[in-house]
């Protein structure tokens, strides 16, 4: 049964460069990659392309020593130019110079009707051979999702709250056949509910109004409103033992074409974004894509490129790549500068939680846009106990003292805390709000890893 949810938590972090609904012809790079650090957990890759080689799209570039049948696959067609290396030969990147026109190896196709037939271990043994495995993640952790599971439940959040965030409804117009594909392909691998979750503030999209085989549930309020982990605490909320699996709506899509077309395609419509992105609109690009081409619309040289949003994406810099699960590409100022008594001097023009940083920024009203740099104000410092994380974190879970669990290293108060129901993005917003500048989000992946090993 339907359900609907208002969250009063949170706080929205309004900037300037949001992404216009129109398609913006960009040229295509020369170079793609495949990044191990996108996956979470993914420690001991195995690289079965040797440099010179030819692949095509969905091509196995390597996999995970202790998952063998999960393949981590080529986003596009081209000639393996580079396999870079780390410290002790960890794999950074497999670098591909691709074709003018990508080819696609061939998996098998299904009709809609076909789809309804299809077992569940089909359907598993060409979403592990192909790559399209790789979109479902799994809760807790964050990982990608082992196989062998049976998750409880499937989540879908259908629209994003992040900073300048894509809108889906757009990156997703003209795929409704492969969006209902690949919701039916999930249904197969949950005895649960698989759970689509949409703006309850927002007109909805008939891709989303009209989908089958899935719980419609409208959940509105300020981010993270739009974090799939926030929506899981609402409406079914993980203990421990419990598996859950999500996926986005990108990667429903992926699926989706897999067996409707037989094909792995990684291409999206990417939301340019950001205050020094000149022409902001939506590219299309396959994931992995090189930044290189992206200068000619980039105001300014001192800049911070992000794949992703402001919150939780990664500065790659400007010859950098689109991580494989990122729908969003972020150009801000870097701000590399002191300010004398920043903190205290009264401004319109900060963007702040905290009044008092801010002063006079809440007469702005709540439709200002601000233009912000990277510069932190200020330094890592002890944490304060202000109580302000929980007056943005709308779980029922106390973060400070789960962060403090974490740094401690107390395996039984990190369980107790509710360290099972989060990931880095659910925790981002106490990062932007946190007074003493505390990689939050590290702190909860270092949590996270020591539970898991544990």
């Known amino acids: 049964m339907s359900q609907t949810i208002k969250l009063k938590k949170g706080f929205d972090i309004n900037l300037a460069g949001k992404a216009e609904n129109k398609t913006i012809e960009v040229t295509q790079p020369d170079t793609y990659a495949l990044k191990p650090t996108d996956f979470n957990g993914l420690n001991r890759p195995k690289v079965i392309v040797k440099e010179g080689q030819n692949v095509k799209a969905g091509t196995p570039l390597f996999f995970e020593r202790n998952v063998e049948d999960i393949l981590y696959t080529s986003p596009v067609s081209g000639e393996v130019v580079e396999i870079k290396r780390g410290e002790k030969r960890k794999v950074l990147e497999v670098k591909i110079l691709a074709d003018k026109e990508i080819e696609f190896e061939k998996f098998k196709q299904f009709s809609s009707s076909d789809i309804n037939n299809l077992s569940k271990e089909d359907a598993i043994e060409q979403l592990k051979q192909s790559g399209g495995w790789t979109n479902i993640i799994q809760r807790p952790y964050g990982c990608v999702a082992n196989p062998a599971d049976s998750p409880k439940a499937i989540f879908i959040s259908a629209f994003d709250t992040h900073p300048l965030a894509p809108d889906y409804a757009y990156i997703l117009q003209g795929q409704e ?30 891709i989303f109004s009209q989908a089958k085989n899935v719980q419609l549930n409208k959940i509105s309020g300020p981010h993270p409103a739009g974090n799939v982990g926030v929506q899981i605490h609402h409406l079914d909320p993980i203990s421990k033992g419990d598996i859950v699996w999500t996926v986005n709506p ?205």
């Open 250 to 454: 990108v990667g429903v899509v992926i699926i989706g074409k897999l067996f409707i077309e037989g094909v792995y395609d990684t291409s999206r419509l990417v939301a340019l974004t950001g205050s020094q992105m000149k022409n902001r609109g939506y590219a299309k690009m396959f994931a992995g894509a090189s930044l290189t081409k992206l200068s000619e619309n980039i105001e300014g040289e001192d800049n911070r490129y992000i794949s992703g949003n402001v919150l939780t994406g990664e500065g790659i810099g400007a010859d950098g790549y689109l991580g494989y699960y990122e729908n969003q590409i972020t150009v801000i100022p870097e701000g590399k500068y002191e300010e004398f008594m920043g903190w205290i001097l009264p401004s319109k023009n900060k963007l702040s939680f905290h009044r008092a940083f801010g002063m006079l920024t809440f007469l702005n009203g709540k439709d200002k846009e601000f233009e912000v740099d990277t510069n932190t104000h200020g330094e890592e410092r002890n944490f304060v106990v202000t109580g302000t994380f929980e007056d943005v974190m709308p779980m029922d879970i106390l973060p400070t003292y789960l962060f403090k669990a974490i740094l401690a290293e107390d395996y039984d108060d990190m369980e107790a805390l509710g360290i099972y129901e989060v990931i880095e993005e659910d925790v981002a917003l106490c990062e932007f709000v946190d007074v003493s500048k505390n990689p939050i989000q590290e702190i909860l992946r270092e949590g996270i890893e020591l539970i898991k090993e544990g």
């Open 177 to 206: 056949q492969y969006f209902q594909a690949g919701l039916d392909i999930l249904k197969k691998l949950t005895s649960g509910t698989v759970h689509l979750n949409i703006d309850g503030e927002a007109e909805v999209a008939q």
